[in-house]
């Protein structure tokens, strides 16, 4: 039998409370009437509700439907779910992983950076919660209830450091979770997303489904990043033979068998000579994998368009 006061923390002041990895196991969580509270749930969950919390620093792991913020203010957070939203909310700042377009609702001074986070357990929990690690729409906020002339939400400074917002838990007990904040540990690849890009060149990178397409694809961040270029934006999707017609024009039958496997990976890269970097990256170190990358920096602003566009009509529908 579950007791709902295992998945609660009300009324709470002053404490340093959390959830060990393996306490939460997919349940609805509850957060509510907190004040100058730090507060981890180290799990992935079903839900979450969040409601009249104040100055609380907030970590929740992966969240399989939606986590909801309702009358909060001057809450820092870091959060990966399905789905995002905000009512009445004031001044939160947020390093989130959402797989769809996050949404907020008679809300003001909203900052939100890209999730940034490390424990051994977390890949598995993003796997139990049905999340992509690749697939994070952290920056393309929907504001609800818009008002002219005025700004509700804005990015969080790129150079923004997650400990300075949540620092790590104090207690004994939560010490024990093994804890990186280092970007280039991050589970979630860390993407520039409506960020400015530093140059007009672009270029798409496409993994195939297959037993190593994340670990390629995190490779080539990695190489890709040592470099010098910046990673705009991830995704991970299914595609129909039709979409590889559209998104990979005349190579399209050398990848429509590799579809049937499952999910492609895409990243796009950004930066002066993105696409000969990227090119002689994948030449040298991923030989033996079939990889789509973008032919010239005439084609691939082109590649990156047609690849989002159909990704924006799927996730459409």
Known sequence: QIDPKD?????LKDETVGRLPGKVAGQQFVIQDCENCSIYIFDHSATIT????????????????????RDCKDCKCIVACQQFRTRDCRKLEVFLCCATQPIIESSTGMKFGCFQYYYPELALQFKDAGLSIFNNTWSNIHDFTPVSGENNWGLLPENAVVQDYVPLPSSEEL?????????????????RGRRQKS?????????FAGDYTTANARKLIDEM??????????????MKAEDAHRVFQQCASEFIPLLEKGPVVALEFNGDGVVEGCRSTINDVFSGTKVFVSESKASASQDVDNFYNFVDMQMGM
């Open 7 to 11: 998945y609660t923390f009300s009324g």
């Open 50 to 69: 969040i409601d009249d919390c104040i100055n609380c620093q907030i970590f929740l792991g992966p969240i399989k439907g939606s986590v909801f913020f």
């Open 175 to 191: 010490k024990a979770v093994r804890i990186s904040t280092d970007a280039t540990k991050s589970i979630i690849p860390v993407t």
């Open 199 to 207: 140059s007009d060149e672009s270029c798409l990178a496409v993994f």
């Open 225 to 238: 990043t040592g470099k010098g270029f910046q990673l705009v934006q991830t995704k991970e999707v299914s």
